[in-house]
């Protein structure tokens, strides 16, 4: 167990719909990174935020957006949503940002969008 | 492209055979990490071998990085039905350093 959890661990949506993930970081991680990952691929990284501020983002729209909170846990909000979004939604804490420490991943949300 | 490209993608052996999974990456990094993924399930974070070291064990693993040729493998020693996963090599981004790139992994399958 990595201390990371992540809710809800099953969601289905329709397509339109907008959707809120939740992911809790292992305690004295001060930084959250978000990944999506579809059936039979790697994870593609979405965000990441660092004391409550977006501090880098892969090559995903708009419409996924995020919030990181006073004790460092983190939502990731969809709008819109497409079919493609079906994916499993990884979230990973970690210490710092200097990309020298290990990051600890939660057992993710699977969405499916209808 | 891939940052991380695992090759293979799917190795199928027998309980007590040594498992090797290859991963190539094309940017200079000060880290590389490799994670076992369980279908469907979170990343477990397995090990993290830096750009100045060569070889790394831990128990049954170990990790290899030629920083010359930007490759990197793990083996898996003994191996045992139970250590069926999927396995990804993970490197920092150049402009973000906690960004990790994934490959697209190694799909192992150990029959008992």
């Known amino acids: 167990e990595t201390g990371v959890t992540q809710s809800p661990t099953h969601l289905i949506k329709t397509r339109g719909q907008q959707v809120t993930l939740r992911c809790s970081s292992q305690s004295g991680h001060n930084t959250v990174s978000w990944y999506q990952q579809a059936l039979g691929q790697g994870p593609q990284f979405i965000f990441q935020y660092y004391r409550e501020e977006e501090n880098g983002r892969g090559n995903f729209p708009p419409r996924f957006s995020g919030l990181q909170f006073p004790n460092y846990s983190s939502e990731l909000n969809v709008n819109a949503l497409e079919l493609d979004d079906s994916a499993l939604y990884l979230c990973a804490s970690s210490l710092a940002t200097g990309g020298r420490e290990t990051q600890y991943f939660g057992p993710g949300t699977r969405l499916l969008v209808l | 492209s891939q940052q991380g490209e695992e090759d293979p993608q799917a190795l199928s052996i027998q309980e007590g055979e040594n498992a090797t999974m290859n991963c190539s990456y094309k940017t200079s990094i000060n880290n590389l990490q490799w994670y076992r993924q369980n279908s469907g399930r979170g990343l477990v974070h ?50 973000s350093g906690s960004r990790l790139t994934f490959g697209e992994g190694t799909q192992l399958t150990v029959n008992p």
């Open chain 2, 46 to 95: 397995l090990i993290l071998i830096r750009s100045n070291e060569r070889e790394k064990h831990s128990g049954r693993l170990r990790v290899t990085l030629d920083t010359s040729k930007k490759s990197s493998s793990l083996l898996i020693t003994a191996s045992r039905a139970a250590d069926s996963a999927s396995y990804f090599c993970a490197t920092p981004g150049e402009t």
